[in-house]
């Protein structure tokens, strides 16, 4: 029977995967919905998809491709992007350059070949600052063609939230206070949607710990003392050599991939997901440990980046594209976050071309934070301040500190039109935002 089928469409000409039935279709629906935070006796009005905060997890094998037909049931036009893949430019999910906005009542089906393993997030691309805020994000997980046997595979999405004391969240976005600051900071943080949840896990135990952060503006620098763990994957990829989870900054857009092994002797222990970003360390969330006869603990070695791109590359190149981070007047809210003093769309755009290596420096002339993002596309960081810097991974965002100048190398392999923008949702939407034409 099968055998027939095949030859059937192999004659037809079909695809092998539409036979396989590899490719999964899945529906997001952005709508208004409520959530509970444990402040409060009634629940939270939020943006959802699918009724759920965060989003579904959604889920592919490499190799595959994930269809996602999404109904927007909001009443303003969205988009979805799906932040650090890979993918056809024209799945990016960027109104006004990849797609037009999908308006309320209309749908839009994204088509998303997933090449590499990783951790990645997905999220709305227009009116961010607002619709990040109210609760629109959720994970994507591409999974490796060889699944490793990890004990559990968890995720973490990292939040934070302004909310009121009547239980609602703080209506005004891009204030005057957060465009003159580092953007939304709230006073509610969630992992998962939740406030400060515990992990159960079991002696002996090898568990891989995706941490994203998914906040509009706020920076983790995260570690969990006492528990054996490495990092083997930032914002998407494995690294080169694997190194500790030591208060690792984790800006709006960044991932890591942690193998944590819990000690036999563990047993009944509870491991606490400490914050040090500000002045002021809190505790996010804890890994609890079960008193009980520990497990086998699984023996493997997880991948390590084959294509790391060797930093000689960029040796004698010169800085193809500059950009000057500042503060400038104007703009939809008075005062504009720029790119060399332009704010987008009438933004100072760069072209490269596929498979030339290209050198970028970001110069912070403002004293506010701008985690600098860019699709389509992964870097190295070559130099902070002047100074040659090597970090054993890629990365799709990296903080520029204030007044810090950083260079980073990129080969574009994707042709289309990408953007890059801090991921401070009220900067970008205050104009630091630009694009990469690759052709
Ligand atoms: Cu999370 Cu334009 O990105
Ligand atoms: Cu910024």
């Not at 939020?46 to 269809?67: E, H, M």
């Not at 909001?74 to 999910?93: F, P, Q, Y």
């Not at 580092?182 to 090898?206: C, F, H, M, Q, Y």
Request: proline share 7%.
């Amino acid at each position: 029977m099968f055998r027939s089928l095949l030859v059937i469409f192999l004659l037809l000409g079909f695809p092998i995967s539409a036979l396989a039935g590899t490719d999964n279709r899945t529906q997001l629906i952005p709508k208004e919905g409520a959530h509970q935070f444990p402040y409060f006796d009634y629940l939270t009005p939020v943006w959802s998809y699918n009724d759920q905060v965060p989003g579904p997890t959604l889920r592919g094998k490499a190799g595959t491709t994930l269809i996602v037909d999404v109904d927007n049931q909001l009443r303003e036009a969205t988009s979805v992007h799906w932040h650090g893949l890979r993918i056809d430019n024209a799945m990016d999910g960027v109104p006004g350059v990849t797609q037009d906005p999908i308006e309320p009542g209309e749908r839009f089906t994204y088509r998303l070949r997933l090449e590499e393993a990783g951790t990645y997030w997905y999220h709305p691309h227009l009116n961010a600052g607002e619709q990040l805020e109210r609760g629109l994000k959720g994970v994507l997980i591409v999974d490796e063609r060889k699944k490793l046997p990890w004990s559990q595979d968890v995720v973490w999405l990292l939040d934070d939230w302004r909310l009121r004391k009547d239980g609602t969240i703080h209506p005004y976005f891009n204030t005057r206070h957060d465009l003159m600051h580092d953007g939304r900071w709230g006073n509610a943080i969630t992992i998962n949607g939740k406030v400060k949840p515990a992990l159960s896990v079991s002696p002996g135990e090898r568990i891989r710990l995706r941490i994203i952060n998914g906040a509009n503006a706020r920076i983790f620098a995260g570690s969990i003392a006492g528990l054996p763990m490495q990092v083997i994957a930032v914002d998407g990829r494995p690294v080169s050599t694997f190194f500790a989870f030591d208060h690792f900054i984790l800006s709006p857009g960044n991932r890591v991939d942690l193998d944590i092994t819990i000690p036999d002797d563990a047993g009944g222990r509870i491991f606490q997901f400490e914050d040090r970003f500000t002045r002021r360390p809190h505790i996010l969330g804890r890994i609890k440990v079960k008193d009980e006869k520990p497990l086998k603990t699984p023996q493997f070695t997880p991948p390590k980046a084959k294509g790391f791109i060797p930093a000689a590359i960029f040796e004698k190149l010169p800085v193809t594209k500059t950009w000057d981070l500042n503060a400038i007047r104007g703009g939809r809210f008075g005062i504009g976050w720029a790119m060399n003093h332009r704010l987008w769309p009438d933004a100072d755009k760069a072209a490269f071309k596929i498979g030339q290596p290209v050198k970028i420096r970001f110069v912070n002339s403002s004293t506010r934070l701008h985690p600098m993002h860019i699709h389509g596309a992964f870097f190295r960081v070559l130099e902070i301040n002047g100074q040659p810097e090597v970090e054993p991974f890629t990365r799709d965002t990296v903080l520029v500190g204030p007044r810090e100048s950083i260079v980073i190398g990129l080969i574009p392999e994707h042709k289309g039109v990408w953007m890059a923008h801090c991921h401070i949702q009220s900067h970008a939407d205050a104009g630091m935002m630009t694009s990469i034409k690759v052709d």
